[in-house]
């Protein structure tokens, strides 16, 4: 038998290797794969789909070893929603051809392939990219890739083309899961999500009003209103998002919180959903938990080379406590889980006590805080100890007793990291004394303290260069006889005319040395530590914005908006 087996070519050698990989995970036998290679040689149809029509394996399980064995992620085509602008640059006829489909275009292309070894599929899809844009293959089954191609050339995946279907045949709830993509009201609700991740939406706020219903998105931070539909819409499409989210549907009149995750394209993504009964009926928020945007390394968020410097300094240290603090939405998850993923090691335990646990990081044990069973952030603190930790993060530092725990886990030896809601570094230390901390137990325990904004940046694309005014080059700190050039917002397509793209953080860094725990030990006044912080080179939150607005990157209103400048202007109006 084995002489029937014709002489390897370069594609009949990767038969061969395919062919080995799946008689070695007994997925058939010898006697099929020398009657599958046999039956090659006298056809031009892959290994794999003689393989598949002859019954020998199914399509689900050769596409999981044809991924594994090229390294190369499948396309699981039930759990995805495809970009349709992205799967609409290929014709039809060219998709059914290649038996390809893109998925979503970012700076490469994700192309769900029958065979991602086709090297003239892939050229041919090439011609309908932008040169700049690479082709990443992913491994797909035939009837995956048959249903995904039904599914964007064959209904309609727009909103406004979706809202015209709606109206002309009725509005009506999804039955049941099976419906899929068929049901307009599944296709608008994953078309409003694959819009707000496509435009790096931090959250989805639903609003009905008495006579329509708001959508909004906050983009940088700030809302802007995307579309109003007819009221109408929202009974059916809450219910869709009530659904997904693992909420009660029955249940109108209480407030509820769910979860869900979509595979948008390429990437995974999270949802956290609130729902709150109001006049005019649900009130549902999406926070958008998008890995591939929202973790990012410290480099990546913008901190001044000053800052950046004191928070390594910082995080040598073997042990004692390091507070991230800020109010809501101003970065402080982001900014601490770039630091854990600095520090985290295969040779330390470093675990974590959060609510909710927003993103899962490799090489962190994470558990989540549930009051309602018992475990809060005190008595998870304790449980952690028990554990034996290396590195602790808490969540938020809330009460007396999480306040008394991470202090006793700093005075035996461990990094802490955590949380608290203060206006500036400074206003940490009032508040732990506030819960409970003594000033001479605070003292040589509490090592470093971040404050942060988020503060939007202006668009590459489109600002604008002028010189300061006078009343400017006061608040800058510079001389007014030789005022210097900033930058303002303008707008553009890129920018969706806002005049700004993406944020960056604008923070103050107190570093507590030996002089400065002594002063707190004593119990020292706010004016006496601010004295004392400018004498050791601490540089204030407005001083590190007003560098950026310096160096081009923010405008004065927007730094205007996420830092206080009261008391800079009246100093520069007196001055």
């Not at 044990?365 to 028990?386: D, H, M, N, P």
């Amino acid at each position: 038998m084995d002489s029937l087996i014709p002489a390897p070519s370069a594609e009949t050698g990767r038969s061969h290797q395919i062919g080995h990989r799946l008689l070695s995970l007994g997925l058939i036998s010898k006697d099929q794969l020398e009657i599958a290679l046999l039956e090659k040689s006298r056809s031009r149809k892959m290994l794999g789909t003689i393989l598949v029509e002859f019954g020998f394996i199914t399509e689900d399980a050769l596409s999981a070893v044809l991924s594994e064995s090229m390294g190369i992620s499948r396309f699981e085509g039930k759990s995805t929603v495809i970009d349709p602008e992205a799967a609409r640059l290929l014709p039809k006829e060219v998709a059914q051809a290649c038996r390809a489909i893109i998925v979503s275009v970012g700076a490469a292309a994700d192309v769900a392939m029958v065979d991602p070894y086709d090297v003239l599929a892939i050229d041919q899809i090439r011609r309908h990219l932008p040169p700049t844009v690479s082709v990443h293959p992913r491994v797909c089954t035939p009837a995956d890739l048959a249903e995904a191609i039904d599914r964007a050339y064959g209904y309609e995946m727009s909103i406004d083309g979706i809202l015209r279907e709606l109206q002309g045949g009725g509005i009506s709830q999804p039955g049941n899961a099976e419906e899929g993509y068929t049901h307009p009201i599944i296709r608008l609700t994953n078309a409003i999500l694959l819009d707000a991740v496509k435009v790096g939406a931090s959250d989805l706020h639903f609003e009905p009003e008495e006579l329509f219903l708001r959508l909004r998105f906050r983009i940088d931070g700030a809302l802007h209103q995307i579309r109003a539909f007819h009221k109408d819409i929202w009974p059916a499409l809450a219910h869709r998002l009530k659904i997904i989210s693992g909420m009660n549907i029955a249940d109108k009149l209480t407030p509820q919180d769910g979860r869900f995750s979509l595979r948008l394209g390429s990437r995974e993504v999270d949802f956290r959903a609130a729902a709150l009964p109001t006049i005019h009926g649900e009130n549902i928020v999406l926070r958008v938990l998008d890995k591939a945007r929202s973790l990012k390394s410290l480099d990546e968020l913008g901190f001044s080379a000053h800052n950046r410097a004191r928070l390594d300094e910082a995080l040598k240290r073997p042990e004692g406590i390091i507070i991230v603090t800020g109010p809501t939405g101003s970065g402080k998850t982001t900014t601490l889980y770039a630091m854990l993923s600095l520090v985290s090691r295969v040779d330390v335990n470093l675990m974590t006590l959060e609510d909710p646990v927003e993103y899962q990081l490799p090489l962190i044990r994470q558990t989540q805080i549930r009051e309602q069973t018992g475990l809060r952030f005190g008595e998870g603190v304790r449980a952690l100890l028990r554990q034996d930790p290396d590195i602790i993060f808490i969540g938020e530092v809330r009460d007396s007793e999480t306040a008394q725990m991470a202090l006793r886990a700093a005075m035996t030896g461990h990094q802490v990291f955590t949380t608290l809601h203060t206006n500036d570094a400074i206003g940490a230390f009032p508040r732990l004394f506030d819960l409970g901390m003594q000033a001479s137990l605070t003292a040589g325990n509490i090592i470093a303290v971040l404050a942060q904004r988020l503060v939007r940046t202006l668009c590459k694309s489109c600002k604008r260069p002028r010189p300061a005014t006078a009343e400017e080059c006061r608040l800058l700190g510079v001389p007014e006889g030789n005022p210097p050039t900033i930058q303002e917002a303008a707008g553009c397509k890129e920018c969706r005319h806002t005049g700004y793209k993406g944020r960056v953080a604008v923070a103050e860094v107190l570093l507590v040395d030996e002089e400065l725990d002594a002063a707190i030990a004593r119990g020292a006044e706010r004016a006496e530590l601010k004295s004392l912080l400018r004498r050791q080179g601490f540089r204030a939150m407005v001083d590190d914005g007003l560098e950026k607005v310096l160096s081009g990157d923010i405008s004065l209103d927007s730094l205007a908006r996420a830092v206080d400048l009261t008391a800079r202007r009246r100093t520069a109006r007196a001055g």
